[in-house]
């Protein structure tokens, strides 16, 4: 679909809602935000157009908007929630996620296959899958650090955001958890204190304009295979924010995870069926 008919057959408050999802991959422990944009149809559009940014790029600049909008509502809103939910809700909370990104998976595999697949896109899948599990798991137990902020500690939060939105199902909040400044990046982005917004700006326009081409190449010459890894990704980094410590649960507790989780999976299901309609 060319950028006119994507400005026609659009829905801009979904847009903006679509925008608010991804931007809570940035803040939420576990949550990829380049894995809801793939599941939402707009990861694609975003590489090519960063791969190609002077292409129709008022037009892009226009279509864009919306998600911009919706993102940084979505980092502002999660990062206040995060602050009240590290505790005894964000069990509740992670439930909810791995509802919505399970409820979303049908559409993601259908957008894998649209150009077929072979047995050499399942073992990908598969192989992508027990590769990015592995890693995680490992960087999970092992890479623990306490980094100072600066401006080019917030640098490097803003690359590892970037490579976020490039690499679907890498959850770059886990890796600054793993530096120690993911308290810090909340508290920076619930208060839009510019000393930190503007260093992790620079770090993620660096590292979009340096590795767009590159992903929009892959894209190109082996769109099918490139999907089904990215399939393998999102489960491995689903599969990661699985809650694990139940601590203090009550009854009660059990049944908000189960509703929360109904909840997500129903959301990311109606969500995905709104994509559908207005591709």
Known sequence: ???????????????????????????????????IAAIFGIYKPIINWLANITKDFW??????????????????????????????????????????????????????????RDKTDYMI?????????AILLFASKYIKANVEPS???WFVCGALIALGILVPGLSPSNFILYMGMYK???????????????PIGLGGLVTIFSLAKVIEYIFRKNYSKFYHFIFGVVMASTVMIVPTSYAGF???DYVWCL???????????????LEEKYK
């Open 250 to 252: 009550t009854g009660i």
């Open 184 to 198: 810090e990046m909340a508290e920076a982005f619930s208060k839009l204190d510019m000393s930190a917004v503007i």
């Open 125 to 133: 899948m598969v192989g992508a899958f027990l590769l990015v599990l």
């Open 151 to 153: 401006f080019i500690s």
């Open 1 to 35: 679909m060319d950028i006119d008919k994507k400005l026609k057959n659009r829905n801009i408050l979904f847009d903006i809602l679509k925008g608010i999802f991804v931007g809570s991959g940035f803040i939420v422990p576990g949550v990829s935000g380049g894995a």
């Open 259 to 273: 509703v929360g989780f109904i909840a997500g999976a129903g959301l990311g299901y109606w969500m995905s069926g």
């Open 59 to 116: 037009k892009n600049v226009k279509y864009f908007i919306p998600f911009a909008i919706g993102g940084v509502l979505g980092l502002v809103i999660f990062s206040y929630i995060v602050k009240v939910a590290l505790g005894r809700y964000e069990t509740i909370m992670m439930w909810a996620f791995v509802g919505t990104i399970l409820g979303m998976l049908p559409s993601l595999w259908r957008e894998a296959g649209q150009e077929g």
